[in-house]
Nanobody, 125 residues
Framework: QVRLEESGGGLVQSGGSLRLSCAGP????????IGWFRRTPGSEREGVAC???????YYADSVKGRFTISRDRTENKVYLQLNAMKPEDTGDYFC???????????????????WGPGTQVTVSS
């Protein structure tokens, strides 16, 4: 059974930074597109940032210029660097895997292969 694990969430003030990590088996993280999704209060999961196996990236408009997704193949992790954070970034953040392109993966939360349990991010104003 494939297990993904997110970490790095927490409480941060508006304008602050966090780095989220998604850990999993190398055979999974290095063969799939990996995406970060978030579920904010009262809304469904939305794609935040996705990275394909050839390092193409896609970002939601709401996070462009503030968030950066990267893959570390030696550590078998995918990171999401969150900078200039806003209260509306508050939510549960999940990583997932997909065979889709980065843009296609981020466009929907449905139909992805594997998910982690999520990590909570709270941004205070």
């Amino acid at each position: 059974q494939v297990r993904l694990e997110e970490s790095g969430g927490g409480l941060v003030q508006s304008g602050g930074s966090l780095r989220l990590s998604c850990a999993g088996p190398a055979m999974i993280l290095n063969k799939y597109t990996i995406g970060w999704f978030r579920r904010t209060p009262g809304s469904e999961r939305e794609g935040v940032a996705c990275i394909s196996i050839n390092e193409n990236t896609y970002y939601a408009d709401s996070v462009k210029g503030r968030f950066t997704i990267s893959r570390d193949r030696t550590e078998n992790k995918v990171y999401l660097q969150l900078n200039a954070m806003k209260p509306e970034d508050t939510g549960d953040y999940f990583c997932a895997t997909s065979w889709r392109t980065a843009e296609a993966m981020c466009g929907t939360w449905a139909g992805h292969n594997y998910w982690g349990p999520g990590t909570q991010v709270t941004v205070s104003s």
